[in-house]
């Protein structure tokens, strides 16, 4: 059936009315994706999703009543089937790295691009995990080192020993540049290993690729 007739279904809970008018404008401009509902705190955003059941929920860390974290963690165990995005205005790490393991697929920083956002909303619909694009490589490393796995399920990997170098250098902070004057390869040819590494990881960017090196024992921290 045509997505357009689907749209995924979202829940947002965040105590700043500024900030929770501005995202349901940016989601009327989406066709397949709409907001359902909207909480001020922790406790209403748990109340609201036994009301609409939606697909996707985004929801502030710090809030009043209950917080994030505890919102998740109450949502995770009644409704697994819902994606939940971790919003944040701060990197603060470990109040992320406690809502991943608490349930959360993923999470943005409040000035994330719009067009990011839209992407972590489609990518944690389909069952993926999105990390925020302007991660800090020191979350990076203490999510891959969490208790959080969102690679339990995958069948393991087989890279080839080139794909294993570019994964590496990758987490050691190197740009294609670097890289591509390190392995003696042209930046384009640096650049299709980077695809084809997230293709077979089903990871979105640098983040989801140093997470599962991490996780996967390609890379020690």
């Known amino acids: 059936m045509n997505q357009q007739y689907n749209p995924i279904r979202i829940l947002l809970a965040d105590d ?20 359902v509902g909207e909480a001020t705190n922790g406790l209403e ?3 609201l999703t036994e009301k609409f059941n939606p ?3 985004l929801t502030d860390i710090q809030m009043p009543e209950m917080d994030g974290i505890e919102a998740t963690k109450k949502i995770s165990l009644s409704h697994p089937h819902i994606h939940i995005i971790a ?5 603060d790490e470990h109040y992320i790295v406690e809502m991943l393991e608490c349930g959360a697929r ?3 920083l409040k000035n994330s691009h719009k067009s990011e956002v839209f992407e972590a909303i489609r990518s944690v619909y389909r069952g993926e995990t999105y990390y925020c694009k302007k991660t800090s490589a020191k979350l990076v490393q203490m999510i891959g080192s ?3 796995d969102p690679f339990k399920h995958i069948t ?3 890279f080839t020993p080139r794909e294993t ?7 050691k902070e190197f740009s294609n540049k670097e890289m591509a004057d390190h392995l003696s390869l042209s930046i384009r040819t640096v650049e299709g290993y980077r695809e084809k590494i997230q293709e077979k990881m089903k990871v979105k960017n640098t983040a989801g690729i140093v997470v599962y090196a991490i996780r996967n024992g390609l890379f020690k921290v």
């Open 16 to 35: 700043h009315e500024i900030f929770r008018e501005g995202f349901d404008t940016l989601l009327k401009k989406q066709n397949d994706i709409v907001q």
């Open 146 to 148: 969490s208790r959080f």
């Open 165 to 171: 170098d570019i994964i590496v250098l990758i987490c």
């Open 55 to 57: 697909d996707v929920i």
């Open 45 to 47: 955003l748990v109340q």
């Open 156 to 158: 393991k990997i087989n």
């Open 87 to 91: 919003l944040t205005m701060f990197e």
């Open 106 to 108: 993923g999470y943005l």
